[in-house]
């Protein structure tokens, strides 16, 4: 079993940054890939971006290359997801997940493990 507990959202300007924060709880953790998505309000849960075991291979959404950065610290058992140049559509709330796997994934029904979620709310 695996629990994952994030933390870092908050309230910021347009342009702004945050960096999200998962810890996880197990001995595994670093055979996990990790993965970010997020739910806004009346809207499916979306996939953000992923991770593999190592952190050697990461992918994102179009709506968030190059402005988002996912790192993980396997020593820590914490995945990292930095936002960059938010935009008041970044507004959702974000969810980390894990998977009993190493290789990365993209949709929500590939996932085991979810948190409960941590609000971004970005203002214009």
């Known amino acids: 079993q695996v629990q994952l507990v994030e933390s870092g959202g908050g309230l910021v300007q347009a342009g702004g940054s945050l960096r999200l924060s998962c810890a996880a709880s197990?001995?595994?953790?670093?055979?996990?890939?990790m993965g970010w998505f997020r739910q806004a309000p009346g809207k499916e849960r979306d996939f953000v971006g992923t991770?593999?075991?190592?952190?050697?291979?990461?992918l994102y959404a179009d709506s968030v290359k190059g402005r988002f950065i996912i790192s993980r610290d396997n020593a820590k058992n914490t995945v990292y997801l930095q936002m960059n140049s938010l935009k008041p559509e970044d507004t959702a709330v974000y969810y980390c997940?894990?998977?009993?796997?190493?290789?990365?994934?993209?949709?929500?029904?590939?996932?085991?493990?979810w948190g409960q979620g941590t609000q971004v709310t970005v203002s214009s």
């Open positions: 991770t593999s075991w190592s952190g050697g291979r990461s």
């Open positions: 997940a894990a998977r009993h796997t190493s290789v990365v994934a993209t949709t929500v029904s590939e996932y085991d493990y």
């Open positions: 197990g001995r595994t953790f670093s055979s996990y890939a």
